[in-house]
């Protein structure tokens, strides 16, 4: 097995961790075209059901 040549210091420890935890962020939306919710690209709308100009959910409505 490869072994590292070098310990990882504590600063490129951090400087990873910074990188990879500034990328997640909040899951891209778009607007429903049904009903203009804010939903998750590439999912059907939580609200309306709606995905593709189609109902392919039933929602209980409030
Ligand atoms: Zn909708």
Redesign the pocket.
């Known amino acids: 097995m490869a072994t590292p040549k070098r310990k990882t210091s504590h600063a490129r420890t951090a400087q990873r961790k910074a990188h990879w935890l500034g990328s997640l962020g909040a899951p891209s939306t778009t607007k429903?075209t049904?009903?203009?919710?804010a939903?998750m690209s590439h999912r059907a709308?939580p609200?309306?059901g709606?995905y593709k100009g189609r109902k392919v959910i039933d929602v209980k409505e409030i």
């Open positions: 429903c049904h009903c203009g919710e939903v709308c609200s309306c709606f």
